[in-house]
Every structure is written in C-alpha cells, then in structure tokens.
C-alpha cells in the first residue's frame, strides 16, 4: 500500500512551523464549529441499505434502534457527511474514520500478548485527523449522557478526552519516528496503570479476552455431524451455514470459496500462507456482527489441518469508506498502478489496520475481484472490548483518556504528526474546542436518533 508515495513530508523543524502558522488560518477554537446539519437523514439511512441483504435490514433497524450511541454506532455516514461541511486543517494521516469508543479493544498479538488498540477499519484511509478525535470526543459525550452526566460532565469528559491526545502527540512528535513505530499498549500494562475503578473494568473485560481462544470458540460455535465433520451450528438469523455438502461449492461476490482463499493466501506473508495452505475449507456460515456492518456480507470459515485441527476464519466484505462517499474526500487511498480499482478498498482495510494498530492480526489479509473485494481476519482469537455505554463519569473519564492517547499513537505513524502537536500546543484551547464541538454533536445524534426511531415505526424505514 503505497501511503508513502502519497501522504505529504517536511523535516522535523518545518513541521513545527508550519504547526504554528496554521494556526491563524484555522484558529483552534473554531475546532468547536459545529454548522446545523443541511441532509435528509432518511435518504442517508436508505442509501445505506442499499445493496445490503434484505432479510438482515430489519436486524440492523433494530440494532440501531436500541440507543443513540448504536445509532450513533451505525451512522458513520451520517457524521461524515456533516463533518464535510465543517472547517478543516488539511493535515492529513491515516485515520480510522470510525474512532468512536466502542471500537478500541483487546486481541492478541502474533506472540500472544493481548494489546488493546483500535480495531475497527472498515471506513479508514487518508483524511483529517480532526474528524478521527471529533468522532471519540462525541463518542465519549454520548455514553456520558446516559449515564446520567449534565452537559457540563460531557464536555469536560470530551475534553480530557483531547487533552490526553493532544498531549501524546506531543510527546510523539519530541520522540524519533523509529520510537513512535515501536510503542504498543500491553493490556496488562494499561491494566496496572488504570485507577482502581477503570481497574476492575479493564480486568473484567481482559478476562473474557483470554478465555476467548481458538480452540474455544470453536466449541461454542461448531458441532460434530454424524460423518464426524465438524460444522457450524445454525443460529438463524445470526448464524446461518451456507454448505449443506460440500464447502467448496459456496458462492462468495460470483467466486467459489476455495478461490477466494487461494487468493487470499498471495496477500499474506509467507508463512502464515504456508501455515494455512495445509488446511481444508469444511464449512461456510454467514454471521451477523456489529451494527453498522449488518447487511453486508460477513462469513465465519470453518477450516481444519492435517491432524484435525480446526480453526476458524472471517471473511468481511469491504465496501467504499464514508470518509469517501460522504466525507467528499478524493485521496482516500492513492490509485496507482499496484491498486487496480475493484480492489482499493480491501487493501485499504488491511493496510490501514497495519498503520494504525502496534501489531496487527497476522492472518489478516484481503482478496478482490471486479465482482467483490473482502477483507480476511482470525474470528474472535483472544478478542474482547469495554462496553463504554455502562461506564459511570468517573470510569469513563479514564477509558476515554486511554483511547485519546492510542488513537494518537495510531495517528503518529504518519509523516504529519509533528505538525498536528506543533497546532494544537501547550495550551487547553483545542481540548475545550473538542469539548464544545462534542456536546454540540451529541445534542444533533439524540434528533437524529428520534427522527430514525419515528421513521422505523412508521415504517418509512
């Protein structure tokens, strides 16, 4: 993925010039500009069904129908087409474009230390990495709100939750770009660090994760047939298996399977492609996960080795980032020769999560065709997350603090890092402005939650 070619470098000093210049183009506190929004939220919701799986819309109207945070959740769409009409720095990195809290997590490393980390990439690319903090920031302020926190609470919250970014991006930018490469968050490290309250949460949360092996999961979701195959139990209409016989015959964007992984196995390195060229596809099952990816296509891979061992893969498909299609970016992704067009946007997926995470799923890879692109990723090995939404003010504060510092430890990958530090500066005036911006934005996601449930009960969604 050529981001090298195409995302803008300076030394070290002009970095930190052009920082401070900015400044009086793109004054901080107009971070907290957040227009009225100008969109017919219900057309954005319909264009987002379209081409998904009918029978599963309905899932996803109820899922997002739950609250304003999985609203929230859902509606990246929704957020960047407003954030397109806000002012922008035009510093541009990889960002997520989903940043939002529910989207950090454990997962293990290929050395099996459970790192937490972003771990959410379907909407990622280039773009600003103003719109990454905004969407935390109200992230935070919206779990906040039910809990029960007045505006004041929010704000602050949201606030911390800059400073804390803005302060490790400082400290990334004083730091060599080898040193910045390197630094990953340990669970148990963060864990030890945490308070006693967000302690409780982090081991909670960290327990699930280390239960949550391989070789668990296939127990939970797998049976033995009366041939003494082993197949995915049917869940409906959550878990659906899609090879009554035989696997190999399972249609995936107009493929066979067995196709999709052999090409699956030229995106990954070599020898996770000569670990996993000794298993055999025994079973294929569609499986619903998350909010606003249901409806598109998510397949879990039911795969077993050369002495029956079994392991399971996911294989999710990869549609345009909303940073592109709403957001009005054009540099989402560079186009060059080595990214023909119907794959740009699986190897987007991958190559950003390589970015933006300390250690990335050594399974994870991509296959493409001009009928699909898919991305590839182990299911839920070691795999765990905080559900923000039952935090009180004071866990919150913390857990929203720890995501602000690893979403700027994801973000100082980039060449431009030094000069958003060198912008944002010593003083609290960008964190209040995220702290504005943040309570202002929650106050248009609760509207739009209730205009989205008027609409699914009346049945014009």
């Known amino acids: 993925m050529p ?9 070290h000093d002009e970095s930190i ?35 998904r799986i009918p029978d599963l819309i309905p899932l996803r109207v109820e899922r997002m129908s739950e609250s304003a945070f999985a609203f929230f959740r859902a509606t990246a769409d929704v957020m960047a087409t407003d954030l397109s009409g806000t002012p922008v720095t035009d510093i541009d990195v990889v960002i997520s474009g989903d940043a939002h809290a529910g ?3 454990f997962y293990a490393s290929p050395e099996r230390r459970i790192l937490f980390d972003l771990n959410d990439f379907d909407e990622s690319g280039v773009g600003p990495w103003e719109w990454d903090l905004k969407r935390l920031a109200t992230s935070v302020a919206l779990c906040a709100r039910a809990a029960g926190a007045d505006r004041d609470t929010q704000e602050t919250l949201a606030s911390e939750v800059a400073e804390k970014y803005r ?12 040193d910045r490469y390197y630094v990953s968050a340990d669970a148990e490290s963060i864990s030890e660090l945490a308070d006693e309250r967000v302690h409780g949460v982090l081991e909670r949360a960290l327990a699930k994760a280390r239960k949550r092996t391989a070789a668990a999961i296939v127990d939970k979701i797998t049976y033995l047939d009366d041939s003494g195959t082993r197949k995915i139990s049917p869940d409906p209409p959550i878990v659906v298996p899609l090879s009554a016989q035989d696997p190999s015959t399972v249609e995936v964007g107009g493929h066979l399977i067995g196709d999709l992984f052999d090409h699956y196995l030229a995106s990954v390195r070599t020898d996770v492609a000569l670990l996993l060229s000794q298993f055999e596809i025994t079973d294929v099952a569609r499986r619903v996960v998350g909010v606003g990816s249901v409806g598109n296509v998510a397949l879990i891979v039911l795969l077993q080795g050369p002495s029956g061992e079994p392991m399971v893969l996911q294989l999710k498909q990869a549609a345009p980032s909303v940073l592109e299609v709403n957001g009005k970016l054009t540099s989402v992704i560079p186009e060059t020769e080595h990214t023909p067009a119907h794959a740009r946007d699986a190897i987007r997926v991958v190559a950003s999560a390589h970015v933006l995470q300390a250690n990335s799923d050594p399974f994870l890879g991509w296959t493409a065709s001009p009928r699909g692109a898919f991305y590839w990723r182990q299911f ?5 997350s905080v559900d923000a939404t039952e935090l ?3 866990e919150l504060r913390r857990y929203g603090e720890l995501c602000g510092r690893l979403l700027a430890r994801g973000h100082a990958q980039s060449p431009a890092s030094v000069q958003i530090g060198a912008y944002l500066g010593k003083g609290s005036v960008a964190d209040e402005a995220f702290g504005r911006w943040a309570v202002r934005y929650a106050d248009q996601v609760e509207a739009d939650y209730a205009t989205f449930v008027a609409a699914a009960d009346n049945g014009e969604i």
């Not at 981001?3 to 030394?11: E, G, K, Q, V, W």
């Not at 107009?30 to 987002?48: E, F, G, M, S």
């Not at 302060?167 to 770009?177: F, L």
């Open 380 to 384: 839920r090995d070691m795999k765990g």
């Open 3 to 11: 981001f090298h070619n195409f995302l803008a470098r300076h030394d």
């Open 17 to 51: 010039e052009l920082g401070h210049q900015l400044r009086e183009a793109i004054p901080r506190d107009a971070l907290a500009d957040c227009p009225a929004a100008d969109r017919d939220l219900i057309d954005l919701v319909h264009r987002q069904h379209s081409g």
């Open 103 to 105: 989207n950090f997590g």
């Open 392 to 394: 009180d003010a004071k």
């Open 167 to 178: 302060r490790a991006m400082r400290v990334a930018g004083s730091t060599s770009v080898i």
